[in-house]
Each structure stands twice: as C-alpha cells, then as structure tokens.
C-alpha cells in the first residue's frame, strides 16, 4: 500500500427532506449571499427551487439565480458566473442539480478570486489558490462530485473538455435526499451508474501490491450498482434502491476507495474526447469507451481482470486459463451495460471513425505525455482503443 494523505471535509446531509436544511447549512458555513446555481427548469417545476428558497430565506439569506448548465457544463457559463457572483457580492455558490451543474459550480468558485482567467485552472497554467464556499443539493446519482475535489469543463471554442483538482472546491456540504432522484428518466439512470462504476474501475486496476481493503470497497460499490440499478429501472420509486447508488456515487468518487493505491483514469481522458466532440452523456461514453480499454490491457496483469470477474461478476475461477476467466469477466460487464439501456460501440453514441485522428491529437498524448499509470499509453494506443469501440 502506498503512503496516502485523505481528507474529505463534506459535511453529508442525507435523507428524506434534507432540502430543508439549505439555509441552516448555507449560514453554517459562513454564506450571506448566495448564487443558486442549476440545469434546467426541472427544478422549478418541480418544486425543489422553491423549498430551498424558502429555506434560505428563513434563515435570512439572499440569493441570485444563475441557470442553464448543461451536460457537459460549459466555460461560457462559467464566465458568466463569475462575472455575477463578483457584482452582486456573492459569498457561497449553492449547486442544485448533478454533477454538471456541481463542477460549473467549483469553476465559478474558484474564479470569483482568481486574477487571471479561470480556464488557466483546467490548462494547468495555474493552481488554485482560494475559492468561495460551494453546497449542493442533489439531484443525480452519478458524478460524485458532491465529495470530491474535482471540476471538468468543455471550453467551447475549441470543445476541449479537461479537469481539475483541488481541495479547495470540495463542496462545504451535500444534500442528498434520494427521493429526488425518482423522477429521472431511465437512461438518464443508467448513465449515472455508468459514471459510478467507471470510478471505482478507475482505481480498482491498479499495479499497487497489497490493497486487500480497497480492493474490497471497490467490489462492495461496483456490486452493489449491479444489484440496485436494475431494481430503480424496474421500479423508479424504490426509495431504498436509490438511497443505496445515491450514497454509494459518493463513496465511487470522495477517494475512500482510491487511497493507497496507484490510479489509472486513461478511460476517463479518452472519453473525454468523445462527449467534447459529440456532447454524448459522459456516461454513455464511459460504457463505450471501458470494455474497448480492458481488452487492449487485459494481458497485462490477467489475475486482475480474474479477480474482477470473479468478486464483482461472480464468475467461477478457471485456475488452468485464468485469461478465460478474465474475458467472461469483461462479457458480463458488456451485457450489463446492455441490459440497462447503454451502447457498447461509436455507432450507438453518434461517434465516428474518421474522427478518431483528431481526439487523439485533442487528448495531448505524445511522446512525453502518457495516459494511464495501470498501462502507460501513447497515441497509438488510444487510437487502437478508439477503434476497439468501433
């Protein structure tokens, strides 16, 4: 096991309506003014918006209202919440939807005091160094980034999608009341689960010796998707089912099950390419893109991938031809993704192999830039990924 520093500050309000706390929670934190940050008029409708008004407002809390984030939340909007938290005195961003709406929210936070552009953030030009407070109320199963330090922006004029990280834009607090999330559309759930599982894939294959515990956090998340997404496809209003993915995105993405151990996330990059180009759901592309990235790897450590079918998919252990193991391991992954409503291949996101040259170069990897630390990959690489998923 490696050395390891974990720090998750989140204060995690869970439950049935939880909302109600907002404001309570706002001014624990030290919010006077806040900007109200979230998607669609979904929000509204359904009366969400109101309850956590009413909240602030209770508590003798101001609020602007910045809407419009989109999946695969945009800089333009970002700009502009900057741009409105510094005029009107904002001192706390509350993010009300998923993950999108929460990563526009951590970029706006961070760039009320920075000097420079925000984007400097997420071009690595720039670290950040002080941010005003970020609260969500939830309502996606999906990210993870109601825990985690992590933003990931598209900058439009070039649909370059990158990431930060910094503890600095862990929101102060979470609101997650799972009955929230009973209305969402089934692909829409799907998707979120998609998301789950390739987090905790991302830090399961790992060249890190000797991380029994995690290993055995990561098998409880990924299995416990497997048996309780089918149930909220079958059944939307199962309040348990969903309280169970609600909590357990949380623990896929806040690092719990990552500490310790060496961490991969080359699919995640080479998604990243193909939702920028195609705005597909991050989700979608993770279910392309992470069967396509264990075949190319696959003989680089095959227990790995035996264990995985074995622990998470329940597949029985061939001793004589663990590679055999390893790949119905990677089958049921496929068929599960299948069974809840997922493409496996570009044609089912939109995507195309003429354009496979130019996310590669997108992706920045070359020579000197690697993706991955389980196998190092260079462009060529990714390209045979990409065309793996075809």
């Known amino acids: 096991m490696n050395n390891f520093t974990f720090f998750s500050p989140t204060c995690f309000e869970f439950g049935r309506d939880t909302e109600s706390r907002t404001g309570a929670l706002v001014k624990r934190f030290g919010g006077s003014k806040v900007l109200i940050h979230y998607g669609s008029g979904s929000v509204i409708r359904s009366g969400l918006m109101n309850r956590v008004q009413s909240s602030l407002q209770a508590s003798g809390l101001d609020c602007v209202l910045l809407g419009g984030v989109q999946p695969n939340p945009r800089s333009g909007l970002v700009y502009e919440g900057i741009e409105i938290c510094r005029r009107e005195g904002v001192d706390f961003v509350l993010a009300i939807g998923g993950g999108s709406t929460i990563d526009s929210a951590k970029a706006i936070a961070a760039g009320v005091p920075h000097m420079g552009d925000f984007w400097e953030f997420f071009s690595g030009k720039a670290v950040i160094g002080k941010a005003i407070p970020v609260g969500v109320v939830l309502t996606l199963a999906a990210a993870g980034s109601e825990g985690s330090g992590v933003s990931v922006i598209t900058r439009e004029q070039d649909s370059l999608k990158r990431a930060t990280y910094s503890d600095l834009i862990k929101p ?69 089912a969903r309280a169970n993915i609600m909590w357990a995105g949380m623990l896929a993405h806040n690092d719990i099950c990552g500490a310790g151990r060496d961490q991969d996330w080359a699919s995640h990059k080479i998604e990243h390419e193909l939702s920028a180009l195609y705005d597909v759901a991050h989700g979608a592309g993770l279910a392309v893109i992470f069967p396509a990235w264990m075949k190319y790897v696959l003989e680089h450590n095959p227990m790995r991938f035996a264990r995985f079918a074995v622990k998470v998919w329940g597949c029985d252990m061939d001793y004589m031809n663990p590679l055999r193991t390893a790949r119905e391991g990677i089958s049921r992954l496929e068929a599960f993704i299948t069974s809840i409503g997922l493409p496996l291949n570009f044609a089912g996101i939109g995507a195309r192999e003429a354009d496979i040259e130019y996310m590669v170069r997108t992706s920045g990897v070359n020579e000197n830039f690697k993706l991955g630390s389980y196998v190092s990959l260079g462009a060529a690489d990714v390209a045979a990924i990409y065309r793996l998923a075809l």
């Open 172 to 240: 102060v607090f979470a609101i997650m009341n799972p009955a929230l999330t009973c209305t969402l559309p089934p692909y829409q759930t799907a998707c979120g689960a998609m998301d789950i599982m390739a987090h905790v894939m991302e830090r399961y294959f790992t060249n890190t010796p000797d991380v029994e515990l995690t290993d055995r956090l990561c098998e409880a998340v990924l299995t416990t998707i497997i048996e309780q997404v089918p149930r909220v496809l079958s059944h939307p209003d199962d309040y348990n």
